[in-house]
């Protein structure tokens, strides 16, 4: 039953990967651990966007055993599932090639504080892994070593991956990542930009947590 | 029965800011003055654009008592309310994080006028605020205190902020806010340029709003 | 009659420039003249294209006088008119702020040619003009001074103008063109770049006009 | 039969070049190549995509007879069929002036592999051609001469052509060879960046062969 309602979740947040200007075709994916069974939620393997449907999600057990459903679940799901397995509170996993995050993770700089928004959503620096294999679990290895407090990371050579209690928060986290790399993007490339201080970037963490949205949140 | 259309307006307004390209996910909001009550409609605070309807709008009052509406206001709404009483001719604010123009509140570039377009819209350079932090009314005092007669300001490390005689008024500087960053932005990457002269753009500005649209205007 | 039909081609035609990504708001716009009446069929002014019916569109004849229609025609109006009386082989104009484009009216630079497709759609450099006040007919000066042979000009710190033996065709010139600007940017960008001599842009634009779409056309 | 099968996707292939960015207007082409009559289903000329129709793509045999079909197809198919008769391995081939791509077409950059979607894809850099002219078949013959084990090429001062077993296999190569053009454009804006090392390259161009999608693959 409720692994019903995280099919239809988990689905309707990798369309919003679209949406949201994040991926194309078949690239990038969302999943979600139930908490009550543990078991994960994931998207098809090379199947594009506009054509998934709830039935098409792949559920998996931590060990990636396949629980439910007739696809191959995402080239990445052993890297989410070690995630899963190594970080208790982490129910939601987005990974997103997003191009403006991306290109940090080409040049291989972490992503600074510049702007009260990623002061909010982020608390600090976004750090950046080692480069890893794909279709492995090292992308998770280096996930669970170097992300520390952060909900997002920037995967060298790669993309990025964000975690959080919830699919929907990794989405956010996903998105507001993106919209950030852009906009620092562009001021870089003018003139040289200094990260706001570490005390102003906590503060406005610690507010933006105890205020926004229609329910306090304990993040 | 007014408060009702405001709504519907207020409504429309936000869900515009999706489509002109200015928001992503829950950041910015537009709100409106209604003339008669001096209540505020405004977004509520975290909710996805695509989720809004006429009945999830907040109405407050200008001290940010909920007058009606189930959700918690906008996280900005404080600052909203301090424009509103500080400037009584002021019936529509728009807040965002529009990428180009975040680029120059982030490296702390007031936005010069470079075209006829944002002569005719902004009429002068559109201002730069100190920091402020996010949550109380500090940034509606920054806007008070450095918009002079712009009808745009840049919010330090942090946004964009529009006033105007209506949201619709709000709502369209903005959008010409971004697209002026956008072209500006991709100017200065390719070489070193010049705004047009004061009085250039002082004519432009007075020719524009002596002509531009179906009714005389005298904002 | 057959302004009945212009009427529903340039109201399509204002709205494709929008779903071409080359305008926002109200900014922009598409005219056509009727080859029999010489009526001039244009946008409204200030009416977002989202709202755009083919009744409001204005027929006006080509010293401004409104033949039909309850609104007042663009701000540019004067500026067509003065196109089409001076040029006899025109028959639609298309003004946008794209941005691209827009960003080489800034800086001042004429768009050089450095695509087999630009060769092909533009046959040479597309020139620049002085700059010129908005609101009267100076813009359209500059144009007929300053186009020659081309069917795009940039107007400086201003945006763009198309001209065409139809709209359809400064329609298409119009999206080419912020095409163009885009790549070129992105490639000047990276390092100094070469236009293509001016024998092989030449040779491209006459292969292109003998061979391209399903009519052999002969502009 | 078949053919009808085909006409329906290529047709559905050319208008998903518009909804992954890629083209504007009526640039770009699809085209398929039918395994038993050796049929090639192209765009036709100079159509706009939103009007394209299963009905309205042409038919022509490898030497550029139509077959079927009411329209003249693509200004490209010259150089599509001179691709099919010397690659019998290709069945689907992609043409398009995407932007960020075509900029390293207008630098005359060949685009090395940055990242690891790239290198799975691509395995090796994206060769660039020298400069052709277009309208016949000179485009076909720098591609075959120097497109090697690519499935995408540069056309220098042009755009770029993908081929692949299948044209939807042609199709997502060129989706992701924008969005690494993308990214890598905007890394290179910022810093000096290394590419990957060779056998980092090849290792991931071999994993993903044998991993990713519903079906193994050995292209």
Excluded at 39 to 47: L, T
Excluded at 126 to 132: L, V
Excluded at 162 to 180: Q, Y
Aim: proline content about 4%; hydrophobic content about 35%.
């Amino acid at each position: 039953m409720l692994l019903e309602e995280l099919r239809k979740t988990v689905c309707a947040q990798n369309i919003a990967l679209v949406d949201n200007g994040l991926v194309l075709w078949t690239s990038g994916n969302v999943s979600a651990r139930d908490p009550e069974t543990n078991y994960v939620v994931i998207k098809p393997s090379g199947v594009l966007f506009d054509q998934l449907t709830p039935e098409k999600m792949v559920v998996v057990d931590l060990y990636g055993k396949v629980v439910d459903g007739d696809l191959k679940p995402s080239v990445d799901t052993a890297s989410h599932l070690y995630v899963y397995r190594h970080r208790d509170d982490v129910h939601g996993i987005v990974h997103t090639h997003s191009p403006y995050a991306t290109s940090f993770a080409i040049t291989g700089e972490p992503l600074h504080i510049y702007t009260t928004t990623s002061a909010a959503v982020f608390g600090g620096t976004i750090p950046i892994s080692d480069f890893a294999i794909i279709g492995e679990e090292e992308i998770g290895q280096e996930i669970v070593e170097k992300i520390g407090n952060s909900e997002a990371i920037l995967i060298r050579s790669h993309g990025i991956f964000t975690i959080g209690k919830t699919s929907e928060k990794a989405l956010k986290t996903s998105v507001i990542l993106e919209e950030t790399a852009q906009s620092v993007h562009y001021a870089m490339l003018r003139t040289k930009v200094e990260p706001l201080p570490e005390d102003v970037v906590e503060q406005g963490y610690r507010v933006y947590n105890d205020t926004y949205g229609q329910k306090k949140t304990t993040i």
